[in-house]
């Protein structure tokens, strides 16, 4: 038997940053608390009563009527994965439209899956026009569409209900990435026709990172019901996951107890709050730190408003600024964490993300004065108050708008 010294362990001590970056987000202090209990059983009768209030939130948060409705137990690419997993067969035409990191992810994943890919790219920091998508669709009728709805690499929203419809016409099953919308803009599954769709919990849905909202309508689990050979990943299979989420009750694996306790709460907070005053918050805060990027004279990436996501904003890293160092200074300086580009992106971009409980003013003045005192004084000459005034205009243009919580 390999002997080791004894290891010394220290008292964790994690530091308390402000979490303004792609994700993860803040977390209410209700849902901390609600994770701090000890674990009950995964079958356990309270369990159980948990879970139906769980499936009934996620409905509710995506404005649908599906009943297989359910938490992945895993992070947001996991839901990418068992939508995509149970969805492709080998040899399925699967169009992926991609225009940034993560619907270039959800092609390599389809790729892996055995489906026979077809990839149409768009300039990052641009939204796909809808007749161009449909264009595609229509020419090449796959099975699958995959599309992310709010781009976390480039800030980009993609107006998609014109895609589904076309999608649609040819009997193809949409798949659309929520991950950075859900809980932070408008969502709306069941009136855009969306077949299935997955999230996170970690950004705007305001719960730490380790679950995965997903939702499949009738559509897809006739598509499900008809696989030619059973889902290849096992562990993510909708139809066994089903007969725990469902009525059965059936053994599958055991969930993430504590984990769907926090969802719980984090669900509650948002009936509170009221869906539509969320997606408020969300609107202004974004828009005040926008204005206000612009108000100090940065860039930013994407150039459209109506393209804008509100939750996630990205601005161009000025000409002779290090990128890196700049972060760096923010979380030493200021305890911000922020996101750096990603893929070609990289060093060229910063992302701001005013997601769930960090969606909120405080955050936003904090974030100007941090980064523009470190640029000021890194020699790039911005106007901090011109920038602050800026922001503090949006806020008063939309005075009947909470935007803390």
Not at 20 to 43: E, K, T, Y
Not at 76 to 86: I, R, V
Not at 98 to 113: D, I, N, P, T
Request: glycine share 10%.
């Amino acid at each position: 038997m390999i002997e080791f010294e004894q290891k010394v362990w220290h008292d964790l001590a994690t530091p308390n940053r402000i979490l303004i970056g792609p994700g993860p987000s803040n977390v209410d202090p209700r849902v901390l608390q609600a994770m701090v209990r000890q674990p009950i059983g995964h079958l356990d009768p309270n369990f159980l009563a948990i879970m139906d209030e769980v499936k009934d939130g996620l409905r509710r948060l995506f404005l649908t009527e599906n009943d297989l409705t359910f938490p992945v137990s895993g992070t947001g690419s996991a839901g990418m994965e068992a939508c995509l997993a149970n969805l492709i067969e080998d040899g399925d035409k699967v169009l992926v439209f991609v225009k940034g990191y993560f619907g270039g992810r959800m092609a390599q994943m389809a790729k892996r899956l055995g489906g026979e890919v077809i990839v149409v790219e768009q300039e990052w920091g641009k939204a796909f026009d809808p007749d161009d998508a449909c264009k595609v669709i229509r020419q090449n009728s796959p099975k699958v569409v995959a599309l992310v709805h709010a781009e976390t690499s480039t800030g980009v929203l993609q107006p998609v209900e014109e895609i589904a419809r076309c999608a649609r016409e040819v009997d193809a099953i949409i798949v659309l990435d929520t991950v950075t919308s859900l809980g932070g803009v408008q969502v709306l599954i069941d009136d855009w026709g969306i077949d299935v769709s997955f999230s996170a919990t970690q950004k705007c849905v305001g719960t730490p990172p380790g679950l995965a909202p997903v939702t499949f309508n009738s559509r897809a689990i006739k598509v499900l019901q008809s696989r030619k050979s059973p889902c290849k990943n096992w562990y993510f299979d909708a139809l066994l996951i089903r007969s725990y989420w469902g009525e059965e009750r059936a053994y599958h694996h055991t969930a993430p107890i504590n984990m769907v306790i926090a969802l719980r709460e984090a669900l509650r907070l948002i009936e509170e709050e009221g869906l539509e005053n969320r997606w408020k918050r969300h609107q202004v805060n974004g828009l005040a730190l926008a204005s206000g990027l612009e108000g100090m004279g940065l860039s930013l990436l994407v150039c459209e408003p109506e393209h804008r996501l509100p939750v996630l904003t990205t601005v161009l890293v000025p000409d002779g600024i290090d990128d890196a160092r700049v972060r760096m200074r923010l979380l030493n300086e200021f305890n911000l964490e922020i996101g750096a580009g990603l893929g070609p992106l990289k060093g060229q971009i910063w992302r701001f993300g005013l997601m769930g409980y960090s969606s909120q003013r405080r955050n936003v003045f904090l974030a100007l004065s941090a980064l523009g005192s470190i640029l000021k004084d890194e020699g790039f000459p911005c106007s901090v108050d011109e920038g602050l005034d800026a922001a503090q205009q949006v806020y008063r243009n939309y005075e009947g708008v909470t935007v803390e919580v």
